[in-house]
């Protein structure tokens, strides 16, 4: 069968796909055939964190990463990218990633959700295209759209079960607090509950006497918190080279608790969200 007869059959599999994870690797299946590539890759994101990353191809020692670079261009700017050989694009060329893994053709193509790129389809080889990126680009196109219906369902089943929780935990740290012995017990619970939900390191409810100090970016975002239209903050953290989380979120009339993890990877929404909940 032809290449188009191939991805046909592909994708008709992929309803068929009795979980996610069987879901994405037909799904990368469909997008090596069609690119005639050596590795696929399909990178998730939750925010600015991967959620999920699958990978199939060449299973080789030190070939099991995928240019960052790359996957992080198509999820800012939310344009694919073909390039018939990496070596045309200087920014990309330049990158120890992709000199280390040898990359020449690479695609990559946005998963959208909800009009938001949550995710990144990438198709890459060490050898040069000989011919120009030509129906793959609709096809390579086209399986993203897929994949990303397909998982929006899975998504939405996730965020329910997600907000069921989320609403039972904040239902149980309220009781607990009002249980407490008093005010300075319940403040004490609510920071050590916070931190356990997103194992952050240092956590202070700003409104409290006496006022914490806090790295300069954590007051920064605080005070927003704290200002005439508050709203929950989330930024990554970066500090000694580890990728970490820091969170400012309104916690009554003037106040807000604020969380700074330094390692373990940067925010998600759901733990944003959860967090959200414990603050009110």
């Known amino acids: 069968a032809g290449p188009l007869a191939r991805f046909a059959a592909l994708v008709a599999e992929l309803a068929q796909a009795p979980d996610p994870a069987d879901l994405l690797d037909r799904a990368l299946l469909a997008a090596v055939d069609a690119a005639a590539a050596e590795r696929g890759f399909l990178v998730l994101y939750d925010g600015l964190a991967v959620r999920q990353a699958r990978r199939v191809g060449r299973d080789e020692p030190g070939f099991e990463a995928f240019s960052l670079g790359l996957a992080h261009r198509v999820l800012f700017s939310g344009e694919a990218c073909f390039l018939e050989d990496v070596q045309a694009d200087a920014d990309l ?25 949550t995710g990144v389809l990438i198709t890459d080889s060490r050898v040069p295209r000989e011919a120009p990126w030509g129906q793959e680009m609709a096809l390579l196109a086209a399986l993203a759209d897929h994949v990303a219906a397909a998982l929006a ?8 079960r ?32 916070a931190k356990d939900r997103v194992a952050a ?14 790295p300069p970016t954590a007051a920064a975002l605080a005070a927003h918190a704290r200002g005439a239209a508050p709203e929950p903050l989330a930024l990554p953290w970066e500090e000694a080279g580890a990728a970490g989380a820091l969170w400012a979120l309104p916690a009554g009339p003037d106040r807000a608790l604020v969380l700074l993890r330094a390692r373990g990877g940067g925010p998600t929404n759901a733990e ?5 909940r414990m603050a009110a």
């Open 93 to 117: 060329a330049a990158r120890e990633s992709v000199r280390q893994l040898g990359l020449r053709a690479v695609a990559a193509v946005p998963l959208r959700l909800d009009g938001r790129v």
């Open 153 to 160: 369902h899975v998504r939405h089943g996730e965020a329910l």
């Open 162 to 193: 997600a907000e069921r929780d989320a609403v039972a935990e904040a239902h149980d740290l309220a009781l607990a607090a009002l249980n407490a012995p008093g005010p300075d017990a319940a403040r004490a619970l609510v920071l050590a509950r």
């Open 201 to 214: 390191d240092a956590a202070w409810l700003l409104g409290a006497d006496p006022e914490p100090d806090l």
């Open 272 to 276: 944003t969200a959860a967090l959200t």
